[in-house]
């Protein structure tokens, strides 16, 4: 069990990691241009709920999952405030509005769950329940991406070893969820994340022989890592 969760938390990194390259891109022109935090400031909050999700006193047994949700959450952080160094005042200030937003309902979320919600059971099915909403949102949003390359033929904007990574993401924790002790919250989302990922895939098979393929990912808005 702890190998195949440093084998899941080794694939959540390289998830996490491909994102980098945009964030090279905006330190080396020094302007963040037209990237925007919306995707950043989400996987943060969803990041941060799973953390919460795999605390004993939440979810029994299910700690070795939390590294990889709480190294993701640290480079959240590191990305938007990458962004945040670079943004416009306004742009500072949409980030500012929408992290104060989403640290008063994480604050709300855990003062529920540990004040008005009794025993592990209720408390994993309402922390489960919104980072499933969260990280289904997350695996259906590479559909624009997708609809794109059906229409221009062309997987420049669907990068393969991040589609590879996602689908390989969803996979392991999919798996995971069905191993003893089963956890539906985690097998629900994951399970969509990997036929999306495999969707991607199929796709990317499709159109890379066009030959117009490229590096330039700053479009592309991945899933999250895990739950």
Same mark, same amino acid.
Do not use: D, E, Q, Y
């Given at each position: 069990m702890v @190998?195949? @969760?440093i084998a899941r938390n080794v694939i959540c990194m390289i998830v996490v990691r491909v994102w980098n390259p945009t964030f090279y891109k905006i330190i080396k022109k020094k302007a963040v241009e037209e990237f925007k935090p919306d995707p950043y400031?989400?996987?943060?909050l969803n990041c941060a709920l799973w953390v919460f999700y795999r605390m004993p006193f939440?979810? #029994?047994? @299910?700690?070795l999952g939390a590294p990889s949700n709480g190294i993701g959450l640290v480079l959240e952080f590191v990305y938007l405030a990458i962004f945040f160094a670079y943004a416009s005042k306004e742009g500072r200030k949409k980030v500012a509005l929408y992290l104060t937003i989403e640290v008063i309902f994480f604050t709300a979320v855990v003062l529920v769950t540990m004040l008005a919600l009794h025993g592990t059971t209720q408390r994993s099915l309402i922390v489960g329940v919104l980072g499933n909403i969260l990280n289904v949102m997350m695996s259906v949003s590479p559909l624009t991406i997708m609809a794109k390359v059906i /229409?221009? /033929?062309s997987v420049k904007y669907m990068p393969f070893w991040l589609s590879?990574?996602?689908?390989?993401?969803?996979l392991c924790w999919t798996t995971y969820a069905l191993?003893? #002790?089963f956890d539906i919250y985690i097998l629900i989302s994951n399970s969509i994340g990997a036929v999306s990922g495999l969707v991607q895939l199929i796709l990317y098979a499709c159109y890379c022989y066009r030959g117009e393929n490229n590096d330039d990912n700053s479009h592309y808005i991945p899933r999250d890592v895990e739950t």
């Open positions: @190998s195949a @969760s400031i989400v996987t943060a939440v979810r #029994p047994n @299910s700690l /229409k221009t /033929k590879l990574a996602n689908f390989l993401n969803g191993i003893h #002790p």
